[in-house]
């Protein structure tokens, strides 16, 4: 098994940063790819980053494009969300995802680890 952990949420004004934290442990050769997904109140939650083992290959969603940054640091068994540009549609739970496949995915069933989420709230 892989438990994961999420930090660095918080509350931040529109065009403030953060980024978020995903400590994994326990078995965690067996989760390759990582990805963050977000959901906001009453609605679906989405996928929103992705990357691979190595961190050769990464998987943006279309509204965080450019302002977004998803990276790893495989020896602290670590996935990093860095949010830039951070605006009030922004907000939601965001959670850390783990599969086994190192192969990019979007959709939240492909996942098989996930963390209990932490909260990002953006005021205007």
Known sequence: QVQLVESGGG????????????????????????????????????FVAAINWSGSRTLYTDPVKGRFTISRDNAKNTV????????PEDTAVYYCAGRISDVLATRKNAYEYWGQGTQVTVTS
């Not at 990093?80 to 540009?85: A, I, S, V």
């Open 11 to 46: 509350s931040v004004q529109a065009g403030d940063s953060l980024r978020l934290s995903c400590a994994a442990s326990g078995r965690t050769f067996s989760s390759r790819s990582m990805a963050w997904f977000r959901q906001a109140p009453g609605k679906e939650r989405e």
């Open 80 to 87: 990093y969300l860095q949010m830039n540009g951070l605006k």
